[in-house]
């Protein structure tokens, strides 16, 4: 029994990705760390942090994200599927007549179809933001406990550097302490 | 964005052009000359168009008014730079009330439930004369224009006090005014929609009218706004203070209140499309004939569809000369939504759209941006010592 659960768990398991971590100790040399590290020509890096930073973003020059496109594909197919519906379900499959009104009367139908464009937009928004974001995390690999409430890091996997220049780089942005880990 | 951000924080002093001034004066001229020709040949029309445009500009003043309210009574912090600006629209609201009482004299003209021969012979009248009446109409205009002005001055005068003193104590109690201004604008604005606008048909009636006329009031000050914002900032009097990202929460609102307005006007369309009461379709039924199907059509294509899809994307919000153009269109579709609701009840079969209506808007406007532009030449742009300053010098939006 022991050991299935640790096989399932080796299975579900998020696995890292090997690459080097840097620890600052204040935000403002993380954001400035972070500068430094896309104008080394460091493309792709997390940064981490226990609370949102004002700035981050830009200082990594994190692009805009495409999900605004993704909601608006998905609310435009759920509005044409609500037209679909409410007409198929009231004109077609079911007709019933109803206070002496067309069939498929529009204006009965322009709430169903309004919740069918928010729904299916809400829904496929948080689900694209979810697999997007590659979560949930099963047991992730930790860098460091304390990145949780007075550390910050920048981690730079392996397929976005050499590693041992990075290492030099992230101790002349004066790091606290470089460590080759996973994430 | 980031460039605009870096300059140098530094607000301008407006001056009025004599150019501005010669137009705005034209604009009156015209306005005088429209009602004065009008009374004489078509006192009807002429009142018709006066109420348009009487109430188009009430409406933007209360919204400055409205506005400013809001933010005080959320403690916002990112509008403080914007909020002068819009307390500027409030300094037409005593010449509101002026309009109103000259509006007292054409009255008779346009509502039926004046005529006491026709209301004794109407039972639905004489039902409703306990509030469609001369005395309650007058009480009702006395007192609402006076609480109005009350609160206007004391919100835009404490804040214009605040330049000078930086007492934090009036921020604090702007909150409890606003609060107060804002409970009683909720109920005054609807009867003020009930009894100019609605009363044009008498018989009919819909009780999410003053939101119908709320949320339109909203849209217009948010497109007013951000063309005021737009046009500073062309002189270069708002650098630092006002930026892109105040402009894109100001699309923003615009964009909620286009979707706002549409959720209730189609509130009130479904209901008595569904309930089919003759009482209640005969304001529908004359707008879903002949000529008039077209200004219907606009009007949901031209107040909802069109600034909808100018406005979803982040670009749109953040590119001033996209944002002025929509801007512009929906400051248009607000007077059609005017027209809309009060012609059909006296031109039931085809619109009527002439000097009239043009000239009378143009003197009320010039009248409008006169008073705005003279109050933005005696104040500060920004007010300077709230403070609320620094989160809106930092305002910044992510998305």
């Known amino acids: 029994m022991a050991d299935l659960i640790t096989k399932i768990e080796s299975l579900v398991r998020t696995r890292g990705q090997k690459g080097v971590a840097g620890i600052w100790t204040d935000e403002h040399e993380l954001v400035e760390a972070a500068r430094k590290t896309r104008e080394a020509g460091i493309k792709k890096f997390e940064a981490i942090s226990p609370y949102p930073i004002h700035g981050i973003d830009e200082a990594m020059k994190i692009p805009r994200s495409y999900i605004p496109y993704i909601t608006f594909i998905a609310g435009l197919s759920g509005c044409t599927f609500g037209v679909w519906f409410t007409w198929w379900t009231s004109a077609v499959d079911w007709p019933l007549l109803i206070g002496g009104k067309p069939m498929w009367s529009l204006p009965a139908f322009i709430p169903v179809i309004f919740e069918c464009t928010i729904l299916i937009g809400a829904l496929t928004t948080v689900a694209s933001m979810l697999v997007i974001n590659g979560l949930p995390k099963v047991d992730p690999p930790v860098i460091d406990p304390d990145l949780t409430s007075h550390k910050f890091a920048l981690f730079v996997p392996e397929s976005s550097g050499d590693t041992a220049k990075i290492e030099q780089l992230f101790k002349s942005f004066g790091a606290k302490d470089v460590r080759r880990t996973e994430f | ?399």
């Open chain 2, 1 to 399: 964005m980031a460039n605009e951000n870096a300059k140098p924080a530094q607000v301008g002093r407006y001056v009025v052009s004599t150019e501005l001034k010669t137009v705005f004066s034209i604009l009156m001229f015209l306005g005088v000359a429209g009602l004065v020709v009008g009374l004489i040949h078509d006192p009807q029309r002429v009142w018709m168009a006066y109420l348009l445009a009487f109430f188009y500009f009430t409406s933007l003043a209360l919204g400055g008014v409205f506005f400013a309210a809001l933010q005080h009574a959320t403690k916002a912090g990112w509008s403080v730079n914007v909020r002068r600006l819009t307390e500027a629209l409030t300094s037409f609201l005593p010449f509101a009330a002026l309009a109103a009482a000259v509006f007292l004299i054409g009255a008779p003209k346009l509502y039926e439930w004046l005529d006491k021969a026709k209301v004794a012979a109407d039972p639905i009248l004489s039902g409703k004369a306990a509030y469609l009446g001369a005395t309650s109409f007058v009480v009702r205009l006395v007192l609402f224009f006076g609480v109005w002005l009350y609160f206007a001055k004391v919100l835009v005068g404490k804040s214009i006090a605040q330049d000078s003193s930086g007492d934090e104590n009036i921020t604090h109690s702007l909150n409890r005014y606003s609060i107060a201004f804002l409970m009683f604008f909720a109920i005054s604005y609807s009867l003020f929609a009930v009894d100019f606008l609605m009363s044009v048909e008498p018989h009919w009636y819909s009780t999410i009218y003053g939101v119908y006329l709320f949320a339109g009031l909203f849209q217009a000050t948010m497109a007013f706004l951000i063309l005021v914002i737009l046009y500073l900032k062309k002189q270069n009097l708002l650098n630092g203070y006002v930026t892109e990202d105040h402009l894109h929460d100001l699309g923003k609102l615009l964009f909620a209140m286009t979707v706002f307005w549409a959720y209730i006007a189609f509130s009130q369309y479904m209901l008595i499309w569904y309930a089919n009461l003759p009482e209640e379709t005969k304001f529908i039924i004359p707008r879903c004939e002949g000529l008039w199907i077209p200004v219907s059509l606009l009007l949901l294509i031209g107040k909802f569809v069109v600034p909808f899809i100018a406005l979803l994307p982040r670009w749109a919000k953040r590119t001033p000369v996209h944002l002025a153009a929509v801007s512009i269109w929906v400051l248009a579709m607000q007077y059609l939504d005017l027209y809309w609701l009060v012609y059909p009840a006296y031109f039931k079969h085809a619109p009527r759209f002439g000097l009239y209506e043009v000239t009378i808007f143009a003197g009320f406007l010039g009248l409008f941006l006169f008073t705005v532009s003279r109050f933005l030449s005696r104040n500060n742009l920004v007010p300077i010592k709230d403070p609320r300053i620094h989160e809106s010098l930092h305002h910044h939006v992510t998305y």
